[in-house]
């Protein structure tokens, strides 16, 4: 089972993703509201994957990329986020993956396992 901290500062979309992910297999070890928590909560569980949305209060997923890999190193970072346009940006950043919202719970799945057995996943669902 993979270990997953999500990082959004939408409830109702870590809910959907905590149930829809558990159901793909994966634990969700943790969630956070905003950038800083997500950054805290790294550092603590050093989960196998990072699931990071950008568009956050106070820090958002652009400026939290680069703290994520120092504080845990060994835990990819897919991007989950409506700003395609910000995907190549991310990825210079880090992140081993980008996912467009909105996305299927399958997709999804598919892009933190590979990720999380080392891969890299950058392209939008057609």
Not at 79 to 100: M, N, P
């Amino acid at each position: 089972m993979r270990s997953i901290l999500l990082v959004d500062d939408d409830d109702d979309l870590r809910a959907l993703l905590r149930v829809t992910l558990a159901e793909q297999g994966f634990e969700i070890v943790g969630e956070a509201r905003d950038g800083q928590e997500g950054i805290e909560q790294a550092a603590r569980l050093q989960p196998d994957v990072i699931l990071l949305d950008l568009s956050m209060p106070m820090m958002d997923g652009v400026t939290v990329l680069p703290r994520l890999a120092e504080v845990a190193s060994s835990s990819p970072v897919v991007v989950l986020s409506a700003h395609e346009d910000l995907q190549e940006r991310v990825t210079a950043l880090g992140a081993r993956g980008f996912v467009r919202k909105p996305t299927t719970t399958a997709h999804l799945a598919d892009i933190l396992i590979g990720v999380s057995n080392g891969g890299s996943a950058g392209r939008p669902e057609s």
